[in-house]
C-alpha cells in the first residue's frame, strides 16, 4: 500500500510541475502575442500634417479615410507652413501632402533639402499662383497697373496666412514691381470672407491665390498678369515626408508616389468637403465615389 501510494505521489507531481509548465508557456505566448500586436498597431499609426487651407484639408481628410480603411490609424496634426517643415524635420510629423514647387515652397526646399524627403512625385500638375482681382475690376489686368491705381484698393494686398510659401513670394512680388502696397495677414478663411463681401458689393480687392481652388467656381475672379513671373509659370504639388518614413512605411510611400488628380477630381472633392457638416464626412463619401481610381494609387 506504501508502495503504491509513493508511486501515486510521483505520477501526480510530474503532473503538476506539467501543467504548471504549461501554464507558464501559454501566459508567454499571450504575452507575446500582445506585444506584438502592440507593436504592429503602433507601427500603423500615423501623423499628417495638415495646414488650413482648402484643398489641404480636402486631401488630407481624403488620405486619412484611406489609409484608415487599410487599417492604419491617422492623426491629422494642425500647422503652419514653417511648422510644417520644422515637425517633419525633427520626426514629429510623418508626412506633408502639399509642396508647391519650384517657385512657391522653394525657400522651404533650400532650408530642408538635407533633413526632410521632398518626393519627386506628384499628385498635381497644373498649379497656379498669383494675385486676383474681380473680373469687373476692369481698368487692372496687370501687377503692373497696380499702382496706378492703389486708391482703388487703399494700397493694400488682402493675404491670408503668415508663413505660407505663397505670401513669401507676395513679399518679393511688392519689391520685384515696387508696388507702393502693403500685404495684410489674416487666414485663408478670413481673405475669401473678404473676396466674398467685396464680390456682393461690386467693390475692388486683390489678393494672392492659386488654383486648384473652389474660390473660382463661386466668383468670377481673373489673373493678373505677372511680366516678372515672381509667381512663376506652373506649379507642381509634390508631398513631403520625414527621414526614415519610406524604409518605415514602404508601402504608404508608393501610395503616395501613384497619387495623381485632375482638375474635376480635386474640385470635387474640395467641394464635398467643404460642403460637409465635418470634413471627414465629405471626404469619405468621395472615397466611395471614387474607389476605382483609388485602387489605382494603392496597389
Known amino acids: 500500500m506504501y508502495k503504491w501510494k509513493k508511486e501515486l505521489s510521483f505520477i501526480l507531481a510530474i503532473l503538476m510541475v506539467a501543467v504548471l509548465a504549461a501554464c507558464g508557456s501559454n501566459g508567454e505566448e499571450a504575452n507575446s502575442e500582445q506585444t506584438g500586436t502592440e507593436s504592429e498597431a503602433k507601427d500603423k499609426e500615423l501623423t499628417i500634417g495638415q495646414v488650413n487651407w482648402a484643398e ?159 474660390v473660382f467656381s463661386k466668383y468670377d475672379l481673373k489673373f493678373l498678369d505677372d511680366p516678372q513671373n515672381t509667381y512663376g509659370g506652373v506649379e507642381k504639388i509634390h508631398h513631403a515626408t520625414r527621414q526614415g518614413f519610406e524604409e518605415e512605411y514602404p508601402e504608404v510611400s508608393e501610395w503616395f508616389k501613384n497619387w495623381k488628380m485632375d482638375d474635376q477630381q480635386i474640385g470635387e472633392l474640395i467641394e464635398y468637403v467643404e460642403g460637409a457638416e465635418e470634413p471627414i464626412d465629405g471626404a469619405k463619401k468621395w472615397v466611395e465615389e471614387n474607389q476605382d481610381l483609388i485602387d489605382e494609387w494603392v496597389k
Open 56 to 214: 489641404n484639408i480636402a486631401v488630407t481628410n481624403m488620405w486619412k479615410v484611406i489609409l484608415e480603411d487599410k487599417g492604419y490609424n491617422v492623426k491629422l496634426s494642425n500647422l503652419n507652413m514653417g511648422s510644417t517643415m520644422k515637425a517633419l524635420e525633427s520626426g514629429d510629423l510623418d508626412a506633408s501632402l502639399e509642396i508647391w514647387l519650384p517657385v512657391q515652397d522653394a525657400n522651404y526646399l533650400e532650408k530642408y533639402q538635407d533633413t526632410v524627403n521632398f518626393s519627386d512625385a506628384t499628385w498635381y500638375d497644373k498649379a497656379k499662383v498669383g494675385l486676383v482681382v474681380p473680373a469687373y475690376v476692369e481698368e487692372v489686368n496687370s501687377v503692373e497697373d497696380l499702382n496706378e491705381h492703389k486708391e482703388m484698393f487703399n494700397s493694400e494686398i488682402v493675404g491670408f496666412g503668415p508663413g505660407a510659401g505663397t505670401m513669401e513670394v507676395t513679399e518679393d512680388l511688392i519689391k520685384d514691381y515696387e508696388l507702393d502696397f502693403e500685404l495684410l495677414s489674416s487666414s485663408e478663411s478670413a481673405m475669401l470672407a473678404e473676396i466674398g463681401e467685396a464680390v456682393k458689393n461690386e467693390e475692388p480687392i486683390v489678393a494672392p491665390l492659386w488654383s486648384p481652388h473652389w
